[in-house]
């Protein structure tokens, strides 16, 4: 953590906060898992015995403060165990008759497929190491300390043969390296630790190399097909991203905890390399980024999984990008040649949709479901983002609406979406309506002679073709080979088509056009009606009959007699049954004299005539009940 409370972490600038959870890592394997296995070095015969050895640190005596700071070091100095490479002595000769080796030698056991780049003098370098003597007994480990020994190669910070071995070597690479008394601690030694003219065995695994004048290095190994923009500073990403050392140790991974890391760029919430790396990536691009340390958490670390001036590699993917700035982008894909219509605010809309993130995951599908997504626009019913997206579009268009989290679930997402998530949806326009739309009527064709109109109470034939406003057929007459037949105002045919019905003559055609609210609402009909669709009929009118007037069941084509109820009753016994009656009203009609009115079943009409007459339900007409039309304006019969 920094002063103040605030701090680096993972990557991220955090200000002090209470309560803030810490970031989640990884547990970091043991770095005494990456120790070599030691080659078996066997002790000459006899072997001399040595007196117990006293503590090394008791045996060091550290150069003068004067001395740290002209080799660069910060203060407090080093641990007395590290002063063993740094403690550079006179370079006497060896003691003759020892048979020591008076040359640098230099053994590669491993060194990795892969090298980028190689030590040069003036690196800085992060090794693990083994010191021996030549009969193996061990003087020195960076392995038993749990951390590697990090020193600037060429400098004078470490005894000459160290300095020249480390040069040429990779990242990964294993050296065993002899180093002469003249090119180590010479005729002097260290006394009970390092005897006069030693040999010295070293073996060394590079983990790290940078150098100051290190910029952060990007390779991008996945670009794709299409990048309509690129990450520009203040831009808010989210990236899964693998950390590891430049040797390949993972310290960290979004991918493990499943979640993305999500983050601004260019403003200081990335450590400053990583804020660099990231620029200029295309969605959907995977780079690498590698950081030098004082780019990265510098000499300190990060005080947990990260040692100090450790370069840092990671691998990202970029999966989402937007700035709090932008608005929602629209992409026509099919735009139809006749669009007589756009929505309006208000309106009621009908339309499937795919929905995914920016990187193409699918999140929901309306077709998955074979239901539109019906809803008001412009009125909150739906996200902002798609309120704004469904203006102006018009029936059967396609297109494509990209929305910013902030117009669509913002920092919290919803189910399946992630926070902070730019939504794609490709959308199809099916219909689309307004609550205060009426019928719309398109006539095709009428003939020549079209002064007979229809009107309430008529009689009519017609064939038609029922449909959705983009197309698709829900029912015909003429696939089924009959006419359909009503009673125009009689309620037999939805509010709409009764409408559109209207004022038409035999052999016109025409489109009626009918909403919702005029046809089946929102419930539709099970399986062959969507709910709250539009409705499109295609008409032929073949046949009128001419209705009765209104109110009227039957009529009589001339005067009627005086003596009706007289006609009626046959048998004169000032009674009239229903046969009776029924028998003569038929007569009359089959004469001409009357007529039922069209359409509708004759026995019932008959019926009903003869109950509204018999007023006291006894099943008989008598004369003081027998009254026409305009003695009784209650009834609708005679």
């Given at each position: ?144 300390r749990d951390s590697t020994f990090n020193v600037f190669v060429g400098k004078g910070q470490l005894i000459a043969g ?477």
């Open positions: 953590m920094w002063p103040g409370g605030g701090g680096w972490e993972r990557g991220r600038w955090l200000p002090p906060r209470e309560g803030r959870d810490s970031f989640p890592r990884l547990q970091t394997p043991r770095r005494a898992q990456l120790r070599p296995a030691l080659p078996e070095l066997r002790t000459p015969s006899p072997a001399p015995r040595r007196a117990p050895r006293p503590p090394l640190a008791a045996l060091l005596v550290a150069p003068p403060p004067m001395a740290f700071r002209a080799r660069g070091w910060r203060s407090p100095p080093p641990p007395p165990l590290l002063l063993l490479l740094l403690w550079v002595t006179g370079q006497a000769a060896p003691v003759a008759g020892l048979g020591l080796d008076t040359e640098l030698q230099i053994e590669r056991r491993f060194v990795p497929d892969e090298c980028p780049r190689t030590v040069r003098s003036g690196d800085f370098v992060r090794y693990h190491y083994v010191g021996t003597f030549p009969d193996g007994q061990k003087f020195d480990s960076s392995y038993d160290m300095d020249q071995a480390l040069v040429g070597m990779c990242v990964n690479e294993r050296r065993f390296v002899k180093i002469p008394p003249k090119l180590a601690y010479g005729s002097e030694g260290v006394s009970g630790v390092i005897p006069p003219d030693s040999v010295l065995h070293f073996d060394v695994l590079l983990m790290d190399i940078w150098n100051s004048e290190d910029q952060v290095q990007v390779h991008t190994y996945f670009t794709p097909p299409s990048c309509p923009r690129t990450i520009q500073v203040s831009d808010f990403v989210r990236y899964h991203y693998n950390g590891t050392f430049l040797d390949g140790t993972l310290f960290d991974s979004s991918h493990n905890r499943m979640k993305t890391y999500d983050t601004y760029v260019g403003i200081g919430w990335l450590i400053p390399g990583m804020d660099k790396g990231l620029l200029g990536m295309c969605v959907g691009e995977k780079r690498i980024i590698t950081i030098p340390p004082f780019l990265a958490y510098g000499e300190d670390g990060d005080g947990k999984d990260i040692p100090g001036q450790a370069s840092l590699v990671f691998d990202v993917a970029l999966l989402d990008l937007h700035n709090p700035k932008d608005g929602i982008s629209i992409e026509n894909k099919v735009v139809p040649e006749n669009c007589e219509r756009r929505s309006q605010s208000g309106d009621f809309l009908r339309y499937h949709y795919n929905g995914t993130l920016l990187d193409g995951t699918f999140f929901d599908s309306s077709y998955s479901r074979n239901r539109t997504f019906d809803t008001y626009i412009g009125q909150g019913y739906v996200i902002a983002g798609m309120d704004e997206g469904l203006l102006g579009v018009c029936i059967g268009e396609k297109r494509r609406i990209v929305v910013p989290p902030h117009l669509g679930y913002g920092e919290e997402g919803r189910g399946n979406i992630p926070g902070s998530a730019v939504l794609v949806f490709d959308i199809h326009v099916i219909d689309f309506h307004n609550p205060s739309d009426s019928i719309s009527i398109i006539s095709h064709y009428k003939p020549p002679d079209c002064s007979v109109l229809s009107k309430k109470g008529d009689y009519l034939k017609y064939h038609y073709n029922a449909s959705l406003l983009d197309g698709t057929l829900l029912d015909s007459t003429w696939n089924l080979g009959k006419t359909y037949n009503i009673v125009l105002g009689s309620g037999q045919v939805v509010l709409g088509m009764d409408m559109g019905l209207r004022e038409m003559c035999v052999g016109e055609k025409r489109t009626v056009v009918v909403p919702p609210h005029l046809g089946y609402g929102e419930a539709g009909v099970d399986g062959e009606v969507p709910g709250s669709a539009v409705l499109v009929f295609d008409i032929e009118l073949l046949e009128l009959v001419a209705g009765l007037p209104e109110g009227y069941m039957f009529i009589w084509n001339g005067e009627v007699s005086p003596n009706l109820f007289e006609e009626i009753d046959k048998d004169g016994n000032g009674e009239v049954l229903l046969e009776e009656f029924s028998e003569y009203i038929h007569a009359q009609v089959a004469s001409g004299k009357g007529k039922l009115a069209p359409g509708f079943d004759a026995e019932m009409i008959v019926k009903n005539m003869f109950t509204n007459q018999d007023r006291n339900g006894d099943g008989k007409v008598t004369a003081e009940e027998f009254k026409l039309k305009d003695q009784e304006a209650k009834h609708d019969e005679l």
